[in-house]
Structures are given as C-alpha cells and as structure tokens.
C-alpha cells in the first residue's frame, strides 16, 4: 500500500500531476510580484475574487523588456503566470501576442485535468497587460 498524494505535503503531491517543467516553475517561480517600473498592467480572472493571474509589463517601443506576475497561489496558476512572463520578456508585443493558452500548457508540458483553465487566464492576463498602459 501506498501513500496517497493527498496525505503528502503539497509540494510532494504536485510532483504527481505536475510535469517537471511545471513543477520547476512552481518551485522556483520566475518575475514573481508587481514591477514598479511597469508601463502596462492586467489581468486574467479578478485579484481576490476566485482564480486570476495579474501580469504586470515593461514596453519600451514595441518591446516587452520585463515582465512579472501574481496569482492565486495554486500552483498550476504559479507555473501558468511564471512560464508566460518568462516567454514573453524579450520579445515583441506582435510576437508576444500569438502566444496561446495551448502553447502555455504546451510549454508547461501539461498541467493537471481541470487546471488548463490558469493557462487561460495567463494569456488573458498578457492580451489585457498588452492594452493597458498604467498611468504615471
């Protein structure tokens, strides 16, 4: 007889449904928490209210220089927010703007029955961030 995943502490038992790539995402999350030199906010779902994912921007001309996120704190919403800053700095809004909840789960190398939704609300999260300049 085993032990049951729910028995285990939370990180144990996400190593069950987590890819590795997902699970180094939740464990060492990347540009975790609001930047203050942001040009350009939004978010997926509502901060506070259920599920969301806030990504937060720098843009200088047509290039996104930085990005960061927060969440929930589920750790498929953690990898979600984590992998779509990663991508997404360095690059174009135009290139930034294709990136899809598919190509976020594909990047994550899957994520848990029930959870494709946090991928959602991080490309949610990017296409609102991507329109909302923050006023100085």
Known sequence: MGISP????VELANRDVLHPRAMRHMESPHNVGPD??????????VP?????????LRIEG?????????????????????????VVTGKTREVASRL????VI??????PDGKGYYAGLATSALRNAMENKIDA
């Open 48 to 56: 506070g209210a259920g599920p969301y994912i806030e990504l937060w």
């Open 6 to 9: 729910i028995s285990l502490p």
């Open 36 to 45: 203050p030199q942001a040009t350009h906010y939004g978010a997926g779902g």
């Open 100 to 103: 899809n909840e598919d190509d």
């Open 62 to 86: 047509d290039m996104i220089v930085s990005a960061s996120y927060g969440c929930n704190g589920c750790p498929s919403s953690t990898a979600c927010g984590s992998v779509v800053a990663e």
């Open 106 to 111: 594909v990047l994550l190398g899957g994520l």
